[in-house]
């Protein structure tokens, strides 16, 4: 047991410092390139489509116009952290949902 | 005496006139036609209730109650688009007496695309039902599996912080949180000697200097976001109140989760699975049993634990008539095995089925019924069936 816990908190530990240093050593640069990159070769998905399909993983999915744009906001910022969704999906759906209610 | 009458006079009404332009000055600012401006600081309140009535069948003793009237509302604080505090207050009706409990208050940072850091009293990312599933017009079914709540062998919260984010591969997605709290306290049965082993994971302030260190890793394999795996994890070296002698008993715990949800036009409707396998492993440790004489016995069993909770759902939602669309089939089978030896060893298996009619996204009846078999256990074991009609709102 006693090992079991120290490899974990090893692990955590690694985990963290190496999360840490991936996070904030890539650039702003770095990143609009890479999406630029992502963009030409791709096409992307609609925030309608991705709220379709994200939203109602856990329950069903919201109706855009039971709340209004204010409240998006914090939902949005409330489910982004919650159901750990990527930036750029949240972003997407947000766009969404405040374009359709 | 009269010059100083006029001097006060002018004065007087000097200030009057000033005062004036000053205020319609003002006001007329104030009143310039201008667009709403929405504020940064945001407050939402939020939250569900349920309500319902149960009939429970257990061994033949029969009972019914209306149930619940459950309100637990859920306060949301923006300050940016980077920092907000969350918490939410459980009221409930239980035993004839109200009780409220602080389900969760935490507060959160984004601090980049890929992490977010939380800290304070937050629902741990253990599995998914309990951070995610289980709020009551959120859950299927009127009840929760085997193994969670309260006598449950998987924690729900704890207090303490977390780091967590989320990748995108490109189409995969793969998130990830990591944490440390207070973890849990080790019943020694000296306060209930039936649950001497099991562990309180309510610890508001540590009872020792060791804390616990848990994550969770998800990948969503498929670009569509339908399938998500989970492996979760807890650990602690020591549960027991130092320099007592469970002071350096420890805890490795995991789980690992599943989802899939998808709308398959060949069958008109919605798909959701989601299931949960809990492990728990506690070291061995000796606790002491009196008997009614008053004599002392000692013992010892191998202190694991797990319960396992497939569900199944189906949702006709591109069904012709608008009833049926809104209809929902719901079956889960969950079970629950705690250690031999214990005074609280149980074996349960146990089926729920539901038929649901959703009137909106967040607003559900439930018409249950379920069925446990157990030996052991609380109760002593036998079967126990209930049926229920539950309403629950989210809003």
């Known amino acids: 047991m006693k090992t079991i816990h120290k490899i974990l908190v090893v692990a955590v530990v690694i985990f963290t410092t190496g999360g840490m240093i991936v996070g904030c050593s890539s650039t702003k640069n770095a990143y609009t390139a890479a999406t630029d990159v992502q963009d030409e070769f791709k096409i992307e998905k609609s925030g309608a489509q991705m709220w379709g399909e994200a939203c109602n993983r856990c329950h069903l999915a919201p109706s855009p116009a039971d709340y209004n744009d204010t409240d998006w906001s914090t939902i949005a910022l409330h489910m982004r952290v919650r159901a750990n969704l990527a930036e750029n999906e949240i972003a997407k759906i947000e766009t969404f949902l405040k374009s359709a209610n | 005496m009269k010059k100083l009458t006029i001097l006060l006079m002018i004065v007087g009404f000097g200030h009057i006139t000033y005062g ?11 009143t310039a036609p201008e667009p709403f401006k929405p504020s940064k600081t945001q407050f939402m309140i939020r939250g569900y209730g349920h309500t319902g009535l149960n009939f429970m069948n257990t061994e033949g003793e029969k009972e019914s109650s ?21 918490a939410e207050l459980e009221f409930g009706l239980e035993n004839n007496e109200l009780e409220v409990g602080l389900e969760y208050a935490d507060v959160m940072y984004i601090l980049n695309k890929n992490m977010t850091v939380r800290a304070g009293k937050f629902l741990l990312p253990f599995g998914t039902f309990m951070e995610r599933l289980h709020p009551a017009w959120i859950n299927r079914l009127p009840t929760r599996p085997l193994g969670f709540g309260h006598d449950g062998i998987a924690p729900a919260s704890g207090i303490g912080v977390e780091l967590r984010g989320a990748f995108d591969l490109g189409g995969p997605k793969l998130n990830y949180a990591v944490y440390s709290t207070n973890g849990p306290r080790l019943k020694d049965g000296s306060v209930e000697p039936e649950e001497a082993g099991m562990l309180m994971f309510q610890n508001f302030e540590d009872n020792n200097n060791s804390k616990a260190f848990g994550g969770r890793i998800g990948l969503l394999p498929f670009a569509d976001s339908s399938t998500e795996i989970g492996f979760s ?17 420890g805890v490795f715990l995991y789980a690992i989760d599943f989802a899939f949800i998808k709308q398959i036009p060949a069958i008109s409707g919605f798909i959701d699975i989601k299931g949960q396998y809990n492990n728990s492993d506690i070291d061995d440790a000796t606790y002491t049993e009196v008997h009614e004489d008053g004599d002392e016995e000692e013992y010892t069993f191998d202190n694991k634990s797990n319960s396992f909770y497939a569900q199944l759902s189906y949702r006709p939602t591109m069904a012709s008539s608008d009833f049926m669309k809104k209809l929902e089939l719901v079956g889960r089978y969950s079970n629950l095995n705690t250690p031999e030896g214990a005074e609280w060893e149980e074996r349960s298996d146990q089926y729920a089925f539901s038929l649901n009619y959703w009137l909106t996204w967040r607003s559900v009846i439930k018409v249950a019924y379920q069925t446990t078999d157990s030996v052991g256990g609380h109760d002593g074991g036998g079967t126990a069936n209930g049926f229920f009609i539950h309403w629950a709102i989210g809003f």
């Open chain 2, 20 to 30: 004036q332009t000053y205020n319609n000055f003002e006001t007329d600012s104030v």
């Open chain 2, 66 to 86: 209306y149930v619940g009237s459950a309100f637990a509302p859920i306060f949301l604080f923006k300050h940016s688009d980077r920092l907000m505090f969350e």
């Open chain 2, 233 to 249: 994890s807890y650990s602690t070296s020591k549960v027991g109140t130092t320099d007592s002698e469970y002071e350096n008993v």
